[in-house]
C-alpha cells in the first residue's frame, strides 16, 4: 500500500487515490493545510496498484523542447485576463470548438481551487488564469479516461506533477490526450490561503480573485480581490499571502523544494510560462500587457500549436535559462521554515510574513532581488 514516510515524497497528485480499486485511500489535510494520502488498512487488499500509479515511485526522464516561441493572443482583453500571454486560451479554444473536453484549475464557489471538466467556451474564463494554491484534483484522471474511452478529444491543463500523476494513472498512451503544464514555482499550501481569506476578507462579499491582475502591468503585477461594493489590490510584493510564497518560499509545499519534474520531467506535450526577459530577447513583444514562453514538447504539441492563430516568433531554447530559473531548478527550503509553522498556528498570516520576511531594514532589497529572480532577471 501506499505509505508516505517521507513528506517530500509526494506531491499530493491524487493518482493513488483514483487508482484504487477498493476505494480506501482518501487525501487528508496535514498540519500545514497540504493533502497527503491516508489508507483504510480495513479496506486495503495490498494490490499494490496505488505504488504502481504514484509518479513519485516512477523514474522521470527529462526531454528537450522541439521549439520553444515566444506568442501573444491578438485579443487583448482575453490577454489582460490572462496571467502572461493569453495563449492557454487559444489552446482550450481547439478542443472546446471540436467538441472536445477541457480540464483545468478553478475556483469553488468557497474560494478554493479545484480540477474541473468544461465543455462549451462559455465556461473557460473559470480556467483562465493562474491560481496560486494546489488545487484539489478531485476524481478528474478517471473522468479523463472515461472521455477518452468515449473518443472525446481532451486537453488535460495543471501542474507538472499533476500531469505526471494523470499519465501514471492511466498507464497507456492516447493519441486523442493533449497535456499542458507551466513552468511552476511550486505549489503555496491551501490552508494558509484559508487562513488568509479568513483574517482579511469576507469570502461572501468576494466577487473574483485575481492573482495575476495588470493594473499596474504585468511586470508589477497584484492581486485583486473584487469585492461587492469595492476593489481591493495590493502589489504582489506587499501582500502577506503573496509575499511569503513568492519571495520567502515559506508556504510551499515540501516536495517542491526537491521536485521531481523539472527538465520537462512530467513528458507533457506543452509547457506554457510567462517570457519575462522578452524586453531582451525580442523587445518588439514588449507592452507589459503580457508575453508566453511556449515550449512545444512532442510532435503533438507542434501541431496543436500550429493550428493556433496568435502572434509568435521562435526563439534558442537556452533562453529559457535566461528567462525562468524554475524551469531546471527547485526553490530551496528556508532555513526558518519550520519555525515560521511553528509560529502561524497562535499568529495571523500578517503577522507571520512581518516576523519572517527580515528585518524592515533588509527586506525591500531583498524583496526586489527575490522578485527580480521570480521573473528571470539574471544579477
Known amino acids: 500500500m501506499i505509505s508516505i514516510q517521507e513528506k517530500t515524497r509526494c506531491c499530493g497528485c491524487g493518482a493513488c487515490v483514483q487508482a484504487c480499486p477498493r476505494n480506501c485511500i482518501s487525501l487528508k489535510d496535514d498540519q500545514e493545510g497540504f493533502l497527503y494520502p491516508f489508507v483504510n488498512q480495513d479496506e486495503c487488499i495490498k494490490c499494490k496498484v496505488c505504488t504502481k500509479v504514484c509518479p513519485m515511485q516512477n ?19 482575453i490577454r489582460l485576463a490572462s496571467s502572461s500571454g493569453g495563449v492557454f486560451s487559444l489552446f482550450a479554444d481547439l478542443f472546446l470548438k471540436e467538441n472536445g473536453v477541457v480540464y483545468g484549475a478553478a475556483f469553488d464557489s468557497n474560494w478554493e481551487v479545484h480540477h474541473i471538466r468544461i465543455e462549451s467556451p462559455e465556461y473557460l474564463h473559470l480556467l483562465r488564469g493562474s491560481k496560486y494554491i494546489q488545487s484539489k484534483i478531485e476524481n478528474t484522471y478517471k473522468d ?3 472521455d477518452l474511452k468515449k473518443g472525446r478529444q481532451v486537453l488535460f491543463s495543471g501542474t507538472p506533477c499533476q500531469i505526471a500523476g494523470l499519465q501514471s494513472f492511466l498507464r497507456k498512451k492516447y493519441d486523442s490526450l493533449a497535456t499542458l503544464d507551466f513552468i511552476c514555482h511550486g505549489v503555496p499550501s491551501p490552508g494558509v490561503w ?3 481569506l479568513k483574517e482579511n476578507l469576507k469570502k461572501s462579499d468576494i466577487k473574483s480573485i485575481s492573482f495575476r491582475d495588470k493594473f499596474y502591468g504585468w511586470k508589477l503585477f497584484s492581486i485583486c480581490f473584487e469585492m461587492k461594493n469595492k476593489i481591493f489590490r495590493e502589489r504582489a510584493l506587499r501582500n502577506a499571502f503573496m509575499r511569503l510564497f513568492i519571495l520567502d518560499n515559506l508556504t510551499i509545499r515540501p516536495s517542491c523544494y526537491n521536485c521531481s519534474f523539472k527538465n520537462g520531467k512530467s513528458n507533457s506535450d ?28 512532442t510532435s503533438k504539441g507542434m501541431d496543436l500549436f500550429k493550428k493556433i492563430t496568435c502572434m509568435y516568433e521562435q526563439v534558442d531554447f537556452d533562453k529559457i535559462r535566461v528567462f525562468n530559473n524554475s524551469y531546471s531548478q527547485s526553490v530551496t527550503e528556508p532555513a526558518n521554515r519550520e519555525a515560521f509553522w511553528e509560529y502561524l498556528r497562535n499568529n495571523s498570516v500578517n ?9 524592515m531594514k533588509g527586506r525591500f532589497k531583498r524583496s526586489i532581488r527575490v522578485f527580480l529572480e521570480f521573473i528571470g532577471v539574471k544579477l
Open 59 to 77: 523514474t522521470w526522464s527529462p526531454q528537450k523542447p522541439l521549439k520553444l516561441f515566444v506568442a501573444v493572443n491578438s485579443n487583448d482583453n
Open 144 to 146: 479523463v479516461e472515461c
Open 194 to 196: 484559508r487562513k488568509y
Open 270 to 297: 506543452i509547457t506554457i510560462a510567462d517570457f519575462w526577459s522578452i524586453k531582451k530577447i525580442k523587445p518588439e513583444f514588449d507592452d507589459n500587457r503580457g508575453a508566453s514562453a511556449v515550449l512545444c514538447n
Open 351 to 359: 503577522k507571520a510574513a512581518l516576523k519572517f520576511s527580515y528585518t
